[in-house]
Nanobody, 117 residues
Framework: VQLVESGGGSVQVGGSLTLSCSASRRIFGLGWYRQRAGAQRELVAAISESLDTDYATSVKERFSITRDPKNTAYLLMRDLTPEDSGVYYC????????????????WGQGTQVTVSS
C-alpha cells in the first residue's frame, strides 16, 4: 500500500485545515499520527473500514475523520491551537490503528501543520 497525503500548512489560532490521505488499495485502518516538538508520536484520529472512529482526547471535540469508498481518508481540523502544530503522518494498517502502531503500519510522508497566534 502506498499513501499520498495532502493538506496541511499554516493557519492562525481558531482556524481550520483539512488533511487527506489516499491509499493505493483497500485497507482496513486509516488515520493520522502527529509528532509535536519534544513529544512522542501520538495517534490523533483513526477510522476503520467499518467506520469505527477513535480520537485523541485533546482533539475529540474539534477534529473529525471520515473516509470514502475510494480508500481516501479526510481529517477536518477545527478550532486549531498552537498545541496542534506538528508533523501529521497518515497511517494505514490491516488492523485498527492504535496508540502503539504495529510493525504492519504503513506511513505517509508527513505534512506540517503550523498554528500561530
Amino acid at each position: 500500500v502506498q499513501l499520498v497525503e495532502s493538506g496541511g500548512g499554516s493557519v492562525q489560532v481558531g482556524g481550520s485545515l483539512t488533511l487527506s490521505c489516499s491509499a493505493s488499495r483497500r485497507i482496513f485502518g486509516l488515520g493520522w499520527y502527529r509528532q509535536r516538538a519534544g513529544a512522542q508520536r501520538e495517534l490523533v484520529a483513526a477510522i476503520s473500514e467499518s467506520l469505527d472512529t477513535d480520537y485523541a482526547t485533546s482533539v475529540k471535540e474539534r477534529f473529525s475523520i471520515t473516509r470514502d469508498p475510494k480508500n481516501t481518508a479526510y481529517l477536518l481540523m477545527r478550532d486549531l491551537t498552537p498545541e496542534d502544530s506538528g508533523v501529521y503522518y497518515c497511517a494505514a494498517s490491516p488492523t485498527y490503528l492504535t496508540q502503539y502502531p504495529s510493525s504492519q503500519t504503513i506511513w505517509g510522508q508527513g505534512t506540517q501543520v503550523t498554528v500561530s497566534s
